[in-house]
């Protein structure tokens, strides 16, 4: 089995195009879907739901009107400003306890509240695992952490050849926990000086991580130079350029149908989509070894 995260920046680079393609041209495969903040790879993929849980992602203050004397110390001393007129708003809690212990009346209830849910789904012949948070809830990276257990338990018992992670955007916790045991890195990034910047920063994190990286830029053609500097800088730090990708006005008109890139397989975007993903399982049938002594800037 082999795990690849496509991940970017930044939202709204295509990244789940990318991965909906990757997981339409192959064969034997799981998905995870760990952008759980945003998840839309469901949308594409259709999936059925099977199971549906309850996500925890820990405990909220609440006051008790009977006990409280409205002292105000909570109040004053939540530093997440989450406590006005004597009542907890349970999105802007954060869940520190600290006014619990602080509260000389113990009027202060803390008890475990759900962040969102889980789901195990199937989609074809395939699994998929994905999430969605309460909007405004934080825990994420613990949410993806649990898709990604759920995901890894169920392809100890099935024999899949991929395994495919779309991963949340950004450099915080979430895409840490999306990183973990993964075979090979997809960066994706457009031709932008905000997007060669995100780019800068993802690289520096997996490469604490160490996992082999290559880096795709989408929408090339609507900035060359931008797209050589990011290019040059892809090649400075020992990763593989795995392709670019024109614009393509079918990538829009697909995904407003719901539908996949491949399924319009004439198109350019599709076309090169392919040709990216032929090199991708290229390099993960090199010899690991030598393939890492390449690819991984030390
Ligand atoms: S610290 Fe306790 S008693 Fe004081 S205002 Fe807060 S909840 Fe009420
Ligand atoms: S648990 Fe922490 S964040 Fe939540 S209201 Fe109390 S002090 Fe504020």
Redesign the pocket.
């Known amino acids: 089995m082999k795990q690849v995260v496509i991940i970017s920046g930044k939202g709204g680079t295509g990244k789940t195009t990318l991965t909906a393609a990757f997981i339409a041209l192959s064969e034997n495969k799981l998905v995870a879907d760990c952008d759980v903040d945003a998840a839309d790879l469901h949308i594409l993929l259709n999936p059925v739901i099977h199971q549906s849980h309850v996500f925890i992602g820990g405990k ?2 609440k006051i008790d009107p009977q006990r409280c004397t409205e002292c105000g110390l ?1 109040e004053t001393y ?1 530093r ?1 400003d ?2 006005h007129n004597f009542v ?1 708003d349970p999105i802007a ?8 212990r602080l509260c000389p009346d113990d009027a202060i209830d803390f008890k475990v509240a759900p962040s969102g849910n889980y789901y195990e789904s199937v989609f074809g012949d395939s699994e998929f695992f994905h999430a969605k948070l309460i909007p405004g809830e934080g825990n994420s990276g613990k949410l993806v952490s649990q898709v990604k257990k759920q995901a890894e338990k169920t392809m100890r018992n099935n024999n899949r050849e991929w395994y495919f992670v779309d991963g949340p955007p950004g450099i915080g916790c979430p895409v840490n926990a999306s990183l973990t045991e993964a075979d090979f890195v997809v960066a994706v990034t457009e031709p932008t000086i905000s997007g060669l910047h995100d780019l800068e920063r993802l690289i520096k994190l997996i490469e604490r991580f160490k996992i082999p990286t290559g880096v795709v830029i989408n929408k090339h053609d609507l900035n060359q130079e931008m797209t050589q500097r990011i290019e040059r800088y892809a090649i400075k730090s020992g990763l593989t350029v795995l392709g670019t990708i024109p614009f393509d006005e079918q990538v829009v008109k697909s995904l407003l149908q719901k539908k996949i890139i491949t399924e319009f397989p004439d198109s350019i975007a599709a076309r090169e989509i392919k040709t990216i993903w032929t090199s991708i399982q290229l390099l993960l049938d090199e010899p690991k070894r030598s393939y890492t002594d390449k690819n991984i800037k030390n």
């Open positions: 909220k203050a909570c939540c997440f989450a406590i907890v809690c954060e869940g520190c306890g600290f006014c619990v």
